[in-house]
């Protein structure tokens, strides 16, 4: 087996290949000045079972190129099967037509990435299918997602306190709280149309998905003296983390940590939830100064299992 990065998973590609005991190959990858992707592999790949390592944030289009070129260039090498590793899949959270005329998006990812040759796709937390962890298939192609809650708690309980009450910030994250805790301890969030004011499901005045406004985060729980974590697969806007936070704190919590497996940070968010929260803490899925806990071991067992069965 071999592993290859992109150029957006480089450290974490290095660390799964070392874990393993394979061979490491960085791909040559770079921009023309006109903006397109160059991709080069220096290695030999004949006959080789091959592992691509490739996170889609920033900049999710090029990273997904860079993930087309080179998995179609190692099948016209020769290599055996080829795994994507893609820990944050761009595209998951467009998994429905929530509008007619819209793209069912990550179906479209899936067949370009089968029509290279992927065989098979391992990624995180992915908002595909509502985030249950375990194998599905993503339009003909065998997919594992694996959940990075058990691990984010497992370091908040190390770096923070024992004792703590895990909550999910809304219904999207019920899966990953379920796994994590064996509880589905979740907040309401109430999205509403800022033309009609009805809530988001009622809606029919057709605007796109993300002009609707958080309006409300509320809870059923008792906070009061209690460590608690608000635990998610993504923090993008950040606006539900942040409207979380204030609402768990409002309720008297003696800390308030977020946890998320994607860390996006858009605009100040990151500052933002470092000042709201007691303690922040992403997955090396993508890259942030929050970091501090790594998808690797999740990734190596699934490697070592299926290559070696
Ligand atoms: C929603 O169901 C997801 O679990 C996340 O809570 C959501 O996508 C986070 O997005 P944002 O940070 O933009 O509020």
Request: neutral net charge.
């Amino acid at each position: 087996m071999i592993i290859l990065n992109g150029s957006k998973s480089t450290t974490l590609g290095e660390k799964i290949a070392i874990a393993l005991g394979v061979k490491f190959e960085d791909v040559t990858t770079r921009v023309f000045p006109d903006g397109e992707t160059y991709v080069r592999i220096n290695t030999d790949v004949k006959g080789r079972d091959a592992v691509i390592i490739q996170t889609m944030f920033p900049n999710q289009n090029d990273s997904l190129m860079e993930f087309l070129l080179i998995a179609d260039t190692l099948k016209d090498m020769g290599a055996l099967k080829i795994t994507g590793v893609v820990p944050y899949l761009a595209y998951a959270r467009q998994d429905r037509r929530f509008q007619p005329g819209e793209a069912l998006s990550i179906k479209t990812i899936a067949g370009l990435m089968k029509s290279v040759g992927i065989d098979r796709l391992i990624t995180i937390d992915t908002h595909y299918q509502h985030v249950k962890p375990g194998e599905f298939d993503l339009f003909g192609i065998p997919c594992v997602n694996l959940s990075a809650g058990p691990l984010l708690l497992e370091h908040i309980k190390e770096k923070v306190d024992q004792d703590l009450m895990t909550i999910g910030p809304d219904l999207g994250s019920l899966e990953m709280v379920k796994y994590a805790t064996g509880e589905g301890m979740i907040l309401k969030k109430e999205k509403r149309c800022p033309i009609c004011g009805k809530p988001a499901t009622e809606c029919k005045c057709r605007i796109k998905k993300k002009k609707y406004e958080i309006t409300e985060i509320e809870s059923e729980y008792d906070f009061s003296r209690k460590n608690v974590v608000i635990l998610d697969d993504i923090i993008a806007s950040g606006g539900t983390m942040i409207k979380a936070a204030k609402e768990v704190k409002s309720g008297g919590a003696k800390k308030v940590i977020a946890a998320a497996t994607h860390g996006l940070f858009m605009k100040d968010s990151l500052i933002q939830l470092k000042e709201l929260t007691d303690y922040l803490v992403v997955t090396d899925s993508i890259s942030t100064p929050v970091s501090n806990v790594s998808v690797a071991p999740l990734i190596v067992k699934v490697l070592k299992k299926g290559f070696d069965s």
